[in-house]
């Protein structure tokens, strides 16, 4: 099984990249199923499937955080998508969690920027970018050539080692070079493991407390002005 | 890359059609023009060029160079990239100050003295502009016709690309002959997609489109240049009707009549 993880911020192209690619995988004879991670809502397996009967799945991580969420259920996915007899699993985060980032080892990271969100961008989102593989630049149909170059330029500050594809998924350009990457990823091997370290906080907010300052919580805090510091056992 | 020339091979149009032009070539030095009526397929056309399509754009076509295809995967070192495609854009989205924003591409283009070519860059476009052009400005506050300058002089001196591409310069509001005598200067390939007769048949030939198809291709002929020179008197005095426009002056008949008797000589 080849696993490829897409992740990215909210609205950025992913779903339209990853049709472009299911579509000359597909032309490709290769064998394909797609598994979409998201909080309340996805129609986005369902779309898929129908357009081309590949088979779909979507998690919803509800109370969760999506990318912990795809942490504990990838392995069962990458079992599905065996029993489903197909050779690559295509997943898409929710992309909202910065701080994590939800590649996995020998998995193809692809992180999915849209060039028109702004120079900064690159620098904001850690390593959801600069543990990626791949990074596709899409809606380049929006800005101009001299744009482009400058966004692409912020990228690789970043994370230097990254392969960059520019597209306009719109109307499938710059699609080729990023399904040659996925079908040169390796197989993954099991147990799998998470690329990135994750962050060092437990996060008492996620198992619920709900009260405002510091002196409320416990494990890796900090104040306004002070650097982290541990508090508890 | 070592450019010496450039083919297009043509598609298909809109419906599916081939189009009826099998494609063209260009040498260094040539300049040529893209006409016809709006949605017709004129920036698909050069967006292929610029992509250098090899049958993986919506129109099928095939640009080669040096008589060779150029493979999607083909990564250029952006400094190096060989075409710069001055888009119809009349708004930037990049979120940083107009110097900084230089800076960085000067530095991606690999410029031996940063600091010369953006005060290069900033004088050609004020030169195109109504109202100057100035580093601190945010990108995103200039105007369509302050952006559009500044997207050609960029293209030209920090992309230094020996082929560019320019959308309809002509729109916006720029200093249109200015920018004609300025980009003259510099020994490329120009295209220009324009819907102006003036740009149309100062260029060596141009592609006629319809439908999203190449139709035909036309040289400009001698007799043409000699209209060409007559079309350009009567082009400099709309020209200068829109400075006194511009400029908040009234048109009363003396001055009309000043300005128009130079087109009555072509009679
Ligand atoms: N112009 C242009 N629009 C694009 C391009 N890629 C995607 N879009 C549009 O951007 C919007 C969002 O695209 P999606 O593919 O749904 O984005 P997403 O990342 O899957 O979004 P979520 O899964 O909801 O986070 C859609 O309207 C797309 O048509 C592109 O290259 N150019
Ligand atoms: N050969 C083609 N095959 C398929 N679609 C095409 C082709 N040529 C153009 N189109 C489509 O037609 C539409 C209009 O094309 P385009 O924007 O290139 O027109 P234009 O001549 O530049 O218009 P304008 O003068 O308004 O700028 C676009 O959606 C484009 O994708
Ligand atoms: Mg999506
Ligand atoms: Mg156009």
């Not at chain 1, 898409?92 to 961008?121: F, I, K």
């Not at chain 2, 916006?172 to 740009?199: M, N, P, Q």
């Not at chain 2, 149309?200 to 035909?216: E, H, P, T, Y």
């Not at chain 2, 426009?245 to 087109?263: C, D, L, V």
Request: one cysteine or more.
């Amino acid at each position: 099984m080849k696993l490829i993880v897409f992740a990215g911020p909210p609205t950025c192209g992913k779903t339209t990249v990853i049709k472009q690619v299911i579509k000359r995988m597909i032309a490709k004879q290769l064998k394909t199923a797609y598994i979409k991670i998201d909080v309340l809502f996805a129609d986005e397996d369902e779309n898929i499937k129908r357009d081309f009967g590949i088979p779909t799945k979507k998690i919803y991580s509800g109370e969760l955080c999506p990318d912990h969420c795809n942490v504990v259920v990838l392995d069962e996915a990458v079992e599905w998508a065996e029993n489903e007899g197909v050779d690559f699993l295509f997943v898409e985060t929710a992309g909202l969690c910065l701080r994590c980032s939800p590649y996995v080892q020998n998995s193809l990271g692809v992180v999915v920027l849209e060039s028109t969100s702004g120079m900064n961008l690159p620098r904001k989102i850690g390593p959801m970018l600069t543990l990626a593989d791949v990074a596709v630049i899409t809606k380049i149909d929006l800005i101009s050539q001299a744009e482009r170059e400058v966004f692409r330029y912020r990228v690789l500050e970043a994370a230097k080692e990254i392969i960059i594809v520019e597209s306009n998924a719109l109307y499938g350009i710059g699609i080729d070079p990023i399904v040659k990457q996925i079908i040169n990823t390796k197989e993954i091997e099991k147990p799998m493991f998470l690329k990135g370290n994750p962050p060092v906080g437990t996060c008492t907010i996620c198992v619920g407390k709900k009260e405002i300052g510091a002196k409320n919580h416990f494990g890796v805090l900090r104040t306004m002005e002070n650097e982290l510091f541990y508090v508890g056992e | 890359m070592d450019i010496k020339k450039i083919t297009i091979i043509g598609g298909c149009g809109k419906d599916g059609q081939r189009e009826d032009l099998e494609g063209f070539e260009l040498k260094m030095g040539d300049i040529i023009s893209i006409v016809g009526p709006t949605g017709c397929g004129k920036t698909t056309l050069i967006n292929d060029i610029e992509m250098f399509a090899n049958q993986n754009t919506p129109s099928g076509r095939t640009v080669l160079i040096n008589d060779e295809t150029v493979p999607e995967d083909y990564s250029f070192d952006p400094s190096k990239h060989p075409i710069a495609l001055i888009s119809q854009h009349t708004n930037f989205l990049s979120d940083l100050p107009v110097g900084e924003f230089l800076q960085i591409h000067a530095t991606v283009r690999g410029a031996e003295n940063i600091e010369k070519v953006i005060e290069e860059t900033l004088d050609f476009a004020n030169q195109l502009t109504g109202e100057s052009i100035n580093r601190e400005t945010g990108m995103t506050e200039l105007s369509g016709g302050q952006t559009r300058s500044l997207l050609i002089a960029d293209a030209v001196i920090i992309g230094n690309s020996p082929i560019i591409l320019l959308d309809e310069i002509e729109n916006a509001g720029i200093h249109r002959t200015k920018a004609l005598e300025l980009l003259k200067r510099y020994d490329k390939i120009f295209i220009f997609v324009t819907h102006d007769s003036r740009i149309a048949l100062l260029s060596d030939f141009r592609i006629v489109m319809k439908n999203g198809c190449m139709k035909k291709i036309i040289h400009t002929g001698e007799e043409e240049k000699r209209a060409a020179q007559e079309l350009k008197k009567i082009d400099d005095i709309m020209l200068e009707f829109r400075k006194l426009i511009r400029g908040g002056e009234q048109i009363s008949e003396e001055i009309f009549n000043e300005h128009i008797k130079n087109i009555q000589h072509l009679n």
